[in-house]
């Protein structure tokens, strides 16, 4: 409160402050965060394939080997996969081995509770796999008798028995195959050093 003189009176004058606004904080409020589900993509069931009797596999088919893309690679040699319904050639390619023991295993019939049961190429493991710290002797190949070729539409040429590499030794035997390059040279497999250690080549065919 003030006192002022105004024509001799005195007049107490009082002064009321306006009392300060205090602003109420503004809250912001975090955005809600709805998670998308993952959806897992459906498994992929190949069909089991059980046949009551044994279907022969197919005689292998002749390929040419290409040249190696890197030093690290192997070569997996064409084979025949099982459909319900059909056999499927699958060309032979160069792969790297999924783990360093691993050997390659083509396709064959398991006979489980009388029936047969169809088992995929695929790849397994040993002691040792197709790569190994040092070159393995392979055994002396087996006498055989090339019988006379089948009757065929199309030109047919004697692929010779040959031991293959699987982890441990495995004997092929000789089969028909049609000629699809009829000016190749069989090659008997042979161990070959890589960067990793010495892979073994299948025995293929070679212009």
């Given at each position: ?36 589900p993952v959806v897992a993509a459906p498994a ?9 009797t044994y279907i022969p596999v197919p005689a ?125 040279t069989w090659v008997n497999g042979a161990w ?16």
């Amino acid at each position: 409160m003030s006192v002022a003189a105004i024509g001799g009176d005195t007049i107490a004058q009082v002064v009321v402050e306006t009392p300060a606004v205090v602003e109420a904080p503004v809250v912001v409020e975090a955005p809600t965060v709805v998670e998308t589900p993952v959806v897992a993509a459906p498994a992929v069931i190949e069909p089991v394939v059980v046949s009551p009797t044994y279907i022969p596999v197919p005689a292998p088919q002749q390929e040419v080997i290409t040249p190696a893309p890197s030093t690290g690679g192997v070569w997996v040699a064409g084979h025949w996969d099982r459909t319900p319904d059909q056999w499927v050639w699958n060309q032979g390619a160069w792969v790297e081995p999924p783990f360093s023991n691993a050997y390659w295993t083509p396709g064959y019939w398991q006979h489980q509770n009388g029936q047969y049961v169809w088992e995929d190429a695929h790849w397994a493991a040993a002691n040792q796999g197709v790569v190994v710290a040092k070159p393995v002797a392979v055994p002396e190949a087996y006498e055989e008798v090339v019988p006379a070729a089948p009757a065929a539409s199309t030109a047919m040429t004697w692929q010779p028995g040959h031991w293959e590499w699987r982890g441990t030794w495995v004997w092929i035997p000789g089969a028909y195959v049609a000629t699809a390059v009829p000016a190749t040279t069989w090659v008997n497999g042979a161990w070959v050093e890589g960067v990793d250690g010495w892979h073994w080549m299948p025995g293929h065919w070679q212009e």
